[in-house]
């Protein structure tokens, strides 16, 4: 069974850190591409970043680049977002995503149940 | 950047009547590789968004029938045949023809 579990809500200062994680099940993440989702309280959803599937390219909203870089480790099957200079406009419901296999996002099939990051002194 | 237009925002129906939600993108999604990359996605109170169909008319496993996709170009349905309680929430399309990625507003469907 496909699964993608992710790490618990937060609260983060304006200007701080924070690192994301997205442990896969079921696949292996190196086999697919996959994406960061993000949703604003009561908005609809915002594409954030994408890796393909052997890692090699990367993209990013133009409201993160810069800020946020998104990897991924083998050998714990898992993705990571992680983002930096942290703005209260980035406080939102982080979904990571699956995409296709072999490929570049050519659609997001399994999501995970999400990540809410609060930016907020 | 493509923009995605849904009409309509929200839509009342009756349970066992058809739903139908229209998205058009500002430009082409047909793909250099002769794919359009045109999705839609689901999203119920309180879940995360769920893959409903694929390249415009892909459902995806597990999806009932009563859900279909159709279109091309820059102009694509959703289309309901008999809509049932647990359809209640909002769709979304995606394209993924191009960098940025980007999505339809939403459209809610609701139960009259």
């Known amino acids: 069974e496909v699964q993608l579990v992710q790490s618990g809500g937060v609260v983060v200062q304006p200007g701080g850190s924070l690192r994301l994680s997205c442990a896969a099940s079921?696949?292996?993440?190196?086999?697919?591409?996959m994406y960061w989702v993000r949703q604003a309280p009561g908005k609809g959803l915002e594409w954030v970043s994408l890796?393909?599937?052997?890692?090699?390219?990367?993209y990013y909203a133009d409201s993160v680049k810069g800020r946020f870089t998104i990897s991924r480790d083998s050998s714990k099957n898992s993705l990571y977002l992680q983002m930096s200079s942290l703005r209260a406009e980035d406080t939102a419901l982080y979904y990571c995503?699956?995409?296709?296999?072999?490929?570049?996002?050519?659609?997001?099939?399994?999501w995970g149940q999400g990540t809410l990051v609060t930016v907020s002194s | 950047d493509i923009v995605m237009t849904q009409t309509p925002l929200s839509s009342p129906v009756t349970l066992g009547q058809p739903a139908s939600i229209s998205c058009r993108s500002s430009?082409?999604?047909?793909?250099?590789?002769?794919?359009?990359?045109l999705s839609w996605l689901q999203q119920r109170p309180g879940q995360p968004p769920r893959l409903l169909v694929e390249?415009?008319?892909n459902r995806f496993s597990g999806v009932p029938d009563r859900f279909s996709g159709s279109g091309a170009g820059t102009d694509f349905t959703l289309k309901i045949s008999r809509v049932e309680a647990e359809d209640v929430g909002v769709y979304y399309c995606?394209?993924?023809?191009?960098?940025?990625?980007?999505f339809g507003q939403g459209t809610k469907l609701e139960i009259k």
């Open positions: 995503a699956r995409g296709d296999y072999g490929g570049w996002g050519a659609h997001a099939d399994y």
């Open positions: 079921g696949f292996t993440l190196d086999d697919y591409a």
């Open positions: 890796i393909n599937w052997h890692g090699g390219s990367t």
């Open positions: 430009q082409s999604l047909v793909h250099s590789d002769g794919n359009t990359y």
């Open positions: 390249r415009i008319s």
């Open positions: 995606m394209q993924a023809t191009q960098f940025p990625r980007t």
